[in-house]
């Protein structure tokens, strides 16, 4: 007996069939929605630190990408509490709940750049020239190849 695949079907198929698919981009389209409301009545500057995590029985859960932002978002609660009850999506809107969780994708740390003169590079080129280890060897004209031409 042969496993048969049932055939493929397009995903706005799926959107439209699958219960538990729909009600997942259903809910995800609703926060998006209260999404952007939110951001309408924040800074500019402190929109991307900020992001709608739930909204139930009259409380807005917000999302926070460091304290910094949790602290001015804090002072300025009642204002956004105000502003956002004006929108009949907030109608019944009482709390304001901010929970601070920092991004799971961590930007690159801002180390060491590598920036070698053109003197330099000829330097540890012509010492990897002397170097019989080929491990070794291959590292340093790496290293060497990193070097930037004078301007």
Not at 12 to 34: S, T
Not at 76 to 103: G, H
Request: with cysteine.
């Amino acid at each position: 007996m042969a496993f048969r695949p049932l055939p493929a079907k397009a995903p706005a198929v799926l959107l439209r069939e699958a219960k538990p698919l729909k009600a997942i981009f259903g809910h995800a389209r609703r926060l998006g929605h209260l999404q952007r409301l939110l951001d309408s009545q924040l800074q500019p500057a402190a929109r991307e630190h900020c992001h709608v995590a739930s909204w139930r029985e009259g409380c807005l859960l917000l999302i926070v990408t460091d304290g910094h932002w949790a602290t001015r978002l804090r002072y300025q609660q009642k204002r956004l509490l105000r502003q956002l009850q004006a929108f009949e999506e907030f109608a019944n809107l009482t709390r304001i709940l901010f929970k601070v969780q920092p991004p799971t994708v961590q930007a690159r740390a801002k180390g060491h750049t590598l920036d070698l003169s053109s003197e330099a590079g000829a330097t540890i080129q012509a010492t990897a020239d002397g170097i019989s280890d080929p491990q070794l060897r291959a590292a340093l004209e790496r290293l060497a190849a990193h070097a930037r031409p004078k301007p």
